[in-house]
């Protein structure tokens, strides 16, 4: 059974950094991608980055491109989600989504995603 747990958000002032975390456990980690995805109140799940099974690709949605950076450490089964110059325009939900497509190419799309994790309160103050 997939499990992926989040963990590291919290209040932060506009400009700041946050280091979300997500550990996942269940099968084996290094095979799989991995991706962040958000959610704002009243909005739509949106994409906020992937990265794959091996780290060498990345993707990123535009409005967080050079300000947030996606990392994984295949050896402690966790990715990472750096979080540089907040805005209050990143506050929301942050989830952790893995896909079931074993050593593939990168997917951008919530429905590449079947497994996620209960989610993590960011919210950026003014």
């Known amino acids: 059974q997939v499990q992926l747990v989040e963990s590291g958000g919290g209040v932060v002032q506009a400009g700041g950094s946050l280091r979300l975390s997500c550990a996942a456990s269940g099968r084996t980690f290094s095979i799989y991608n991995m991706a962040w995805f958000r959610q704002a109140s009243g909005k739509e799940r949106e994409f906020v980055g992937a990265?794959?099974?091996?780290?060498?690709?990345?993707a990123y949605a535009d409005s967080v491109k050079g300000r947030f950076t996606i990392s994984r450490d295949n050896a402690k089964n966790t990715v990472y989600l750096q979080m540089n110059g907040l805005e209050p325009e990143d506050t929301a939900v942050y989830y952790c989504?893995?896909?079931?497509?074993?050593?593939?190419?990168?997917?951008?799309?919530?429905?590449?995603?079947?497994?996620w994790g209960q989610g993590t309160q960011v919210t950026v103050s003014s």
């Open positions: 990265i794959s099974w091996s780290g060498g690709r990345t």
């Open positions: 989504a893995t896909d079931n497509r074993p050593l593939s190419s990168v997917a951008v799309t919530r429905e590449s995603y079947p497994y």
